[in-house]
């Protein structure tokens, strides 16, 4: 009698869900689903029941060939994403056991639920699955938070390590934090970066879109640098912004963010006064992805501020396509680009330093880290490695 291959079924919980319009979990999953190889792996995905229009129409149906289920949640302000996760666990193992599943696969991404973690641990391996956990960032670290929720998401990140089969670290610095605080807990863990495309823009100069924006924001092709992220403290932009305003540039600084109903905006503009400045451009949002590619393509350098997430997928999409990058100098950062970019830190005159001395690299040593970037990237950081990734451990 022969072996019967098994299909590996893979339940993802704490998206917002596929199709994919925003988000770096969210663009995760649409990826892993989308490049999928391994014909004998199933994805369930959750999705928020407001996210996309066909669950307006179903509570299951399928993109990229997972089944994505709804989960309706009651607006309840800001326990709303944990009664998310917690509801769509709750209904991801319900399916499985009513579709009597071989060993299913339970990847909880963040740590929201860790006070019910132990409990749905016990249920998945009463099934005989495996429950899987990526911590993402520091969220505990992140300043929009009161003190109190920054005690929850420590607590829960307690629990959820202590609870899970496997911690699925981004970044070795994530895997290594995770390692380390929790030694008590022995957490198996190992680390699949995020991953990127390293295809360029499909625009050029005289494309209307392209034409119309720098036009628009008086940019010169390659006369700025250039930040994309949200808009909060922990990206550094008062940092940014300051040192960008004592250099000697006289390149732009051009910022692609929302700061509509900012209370940091104006907290940043008394702090710095930037707004006296010429050079210092707030653009808000480009949501044409072809055109932000191009924006990223045709920067002089780019300027990333990020210090308490993983492997970031902006600073990915920067190697890949602006030539010249300059990162804050945290484990984060160093891991993902490695010698391939130029670092500065939070001392007084070290990045406008460092910005004066970009203005000064000739063509062939911008070139070279340029190389080296994209090398970097096609090594380690594509999608498709990534999904391969993923695929060998959830069929090992």
Known sequence: MGYIKKVQQVYIIGSKGIPANYGGFETFVEKLTEERKNTQICYHVASRYDNSPESEKNNHFIHNGADVFS????????????????????????????????????????????????????????????????????????????LLVKKYWRYSEKKMVAAVDLVIADNPAIETYIQKTYANLKPKTICIAYGTYVIGSLLNAEDEKVYEWFNRFHVQQNGYFLAVGRFVPENNFETMIKEFIASRTKKDFVLVTNVRKNKFFKQLQKKTHFENDSRIKFVGTVYDQELLKYIRQNAFAYLHG??????????????????????????????????????????????????????????????????AAEKRVTDEFTWSHIVDKYESLFVQ
């Open 306 to 371: 990020h210090e308490v997430g993983g492997t970031n997928p902006s600073l990915l999409e920067a190697l890949s396509m602006t030539r010249l990058n300059l990162l804050i100098d945290v484990p984060f950062n160093r891991n993902v680009a490695e010698d391939a970019a130029l670092y500065w830190n939070k001392q007084a005159g070290q990045l406008a330093h460092l910005i004066n001395l970009a203005g000064r690299l000739s063509d062939d040593q911008i070139e070279a880290y340029d190389e």
């Open 71 to 146: 989960i309706k949640v009651p607006h309840i302000g800001p326990a709303q994403a944990v009664l998310y996760d917690y509801l769509a666990l709750k209904e991801a193992i319900a399916i499985s056991t009513q579709n009597h599943d071989f060993e299913p696969i339970f990847y909880v991404l963040a740590n929201r639920i860790g006070p019910f973690a132990a409990k749905f641990a016990r249920q998945i391996h009463h099934i005989g699955g495996k429950f899987y956990l990526n911590p993402d960032g520091h969220e505990w670290a992140r300043a929009k938070w009161p």
